[in-house]
């Protein structure tokens, strides 16, 4: 019989590593050229005074956990670093207890430390999914278990009914799918900048870097057919954008594609993006695009979104494509009542919680037995190797999702962030789902997938110890280390 893991926290350690894009990512209101990321090793022990190392990490990004203009890059970064540090305080002063049950104290802990000092509660439980993550990693390494294992078998102490009432009582293993997925559809990610032929891409701005770089070598090269579209919040200047991508794709995608539209908040209100769906559903040029769309996501800003006069518009484009929330995925009571207004689903991030994602796949399967249609996508912050990249891609393989967004690989070059002993160690643990060329690594997409077998290691999907010893200590990173 299986037992659950109680584990008593014995060290935490946190460390940066600086990343440079190849290509300026153009998302929302901002263009992303360079980012900190953050990791957090945790050292555990079990009952039996055994002890293992778990690894949690995440890009610290402009513009996504707070969209505030008045704040800078930098105050956004302090400020997801004091969220950070706080959870780590907290789970030391915790100090032990099942994983959840951890959780079940960090999380709630986080977020009244984000209110009292003005912050989004995204930025705040941003925090505490570090927590949960590099323990998860932690109690995998100590049970040889994955973490489709630790879940189903519920070694982890998870309590889906402390998210959502509806699910009380019901165990992981009757939400997850009984074996994880093998191979993910990359979902591409075509930026706001991002060229869409090679034609128009400038003499003096070509890479040469053995990467593609426009919109139709990115097919051509990884033979992707699902893509993720930005839009500006101008109806004008997304049709006409939106045109041209569809040219690019119609004319070198061979078989069916498959759309999804993410407004990332960019729209004031909700009948501005209304005006585009409309706009899209009935001129002849979108007609083969617009049956594509799988699903709209985030259109309206977070301060609007979740209102009754939204809700109102929100129900009538429902009838024509559902409308998911991201951003506005708050707290434990955000997606309920996303649904009470007519929203049809929301995102999984691990930066948002991996609990959290399970349990609202839980209440996605209870809405959906009483009819629904409603859905759990995947979608990407720019998760970079090591830690944040392929423990994603390990929890997207348990929810059973079948395509998620994928967008560091083509914005950034590689794994050049990373250490040689990282990059070397990386490549020889998970083959398939990198690929090298000299001492450089990379993901490798082929036919538009992902092999990501090798995910089912113990622990979190990271399966070897990080290099920490290379990474800059938190203690002396700097903001000016960007270089921006």
Not at 377 to 395: G, M, R, W
Not at 459 to 464: D, E, H, K, Y
């Amino acid at each position: 019989m299986n037992t659950t893991l109680r584990l008593k926290i014995k060290e935490i350690w946190a460390g940066f590593r600086n990343a440079y894009t190849r290509l300026p990512f153009r998302y929302g209101r901002v263009t992303l050229t360079a980012v900190p990321v953050y990791h957090v090793a945790i050292t555990a022990e079990d009952g039996q005074g055994r002890r293992a190392t778990g690894y949690a990490g995440d890009c610290l990004p402009p513009k996504w956990f707070d969209k505030s203009p008045q704040k800078t890059f930098r105050q956004e970064i302090d400020e997801m670093l004091a969220a950070a540090r706080f959870a780590q305080q907290k789970a030391i002063e915790v100090g032990s207890g099942t994983p959840f049950e951890i959780h079940q104290a960090v999380y709630p802990a986080c977020l009244e430390f984000g209110d009292a000092r003005g912050l989004t509660r995204l930025t705040a439980g941003f925090g505490s999914t570090f927590i949960d993550r590099a323990l998860i990693d932690a109690a995998g390494r100590l049970a040889c278990a994955p973490f489709h294992r630790l879940a189903r078998e519920n070694l982890l102490g998870i309590d889906l009914g402390w998210y959502h009432s509806e699910l009380s009582g019901l165990a992981p293993a009757q939400v997850l799918p009984e074996k994880p997925l093998g191979h993910l559809i990359i979902r591409h990610t075509v930026g706001l900048l991002d060229p869409l032929t090679d034609e128009e891409i400038p003499e003096g701005e070509r890479l040469r870097d053995g990467l593609p770089q426009s919109l139709e070598a990115v097919i051509r090269f990884y033979g992707v057919h699902y893509f993720k579209l930005k839009v500006w919040g101008d109806v004008e200047k997304d049709a006409a954008r939106l045109a041209g991508i569809v040219q690019t794709i119609e004319r070198n995608v061979p078989g069916p594609y498959f759309c999804t539209l993410d407004g990332n908040e960019n729209f004031q209100d909700a009948a501005s993006f209304l005006r585009l769906v409309e706009r899209l559903r009935s001129e002849q040029r979108f007609r083969r695009f617009f049956d594509s769309i799988l699903f709209i996501e985030q259109p309206i800003h977070r301060d609007q979104a979740l209102t009754e006069a939204s809700g109102q518009i929100i129900r009538e484009m429902g009838k024509v494509k559902p409308v998911i929330i991201d951003e506005s995925d708050q707290d434990r009571r955000s997606f309920p009542r996303a649904i009470e207004l007519g929203y049809r689903g929301v995102s999984h991030k691990n930066c948002k919680g991996i609990y959290k994602s399970l349990a609202n796949l839980g209440l996605v399967q209870h809405l959906n037995r009483r009819g629904g249609g409603y859905l759990l996508s995947a979608e990407d912050l720019s998760t970079l190797p090591v830690p944040a990249l392929q423990s994603d891609l390990c929890a997207v393989a348990t929810l059973g999702i079948p395509h998620l967004e994928r967008n560091s690989f083509h914005y950034y070059r590689g794994m050049a962030h990373l250490s040689d002993s990282d990059r070397e160690r990386m490549a020889r643990n998970h083959p398939r789902l990198y690929r090298m060329q000299g001492r450089e690594a990379f993901l490798d997409v082929q036919a538009g997938q992902v092999d990501i077998r090798s995910l089912q290691c113990q622990g979190f999907g990271i399966g070897f110890d990080l290099d920490f010893k290379s990474m800059t200590p938190e203690s002396d990173w700097k903001f000016e280390s960007l270089g921006l």
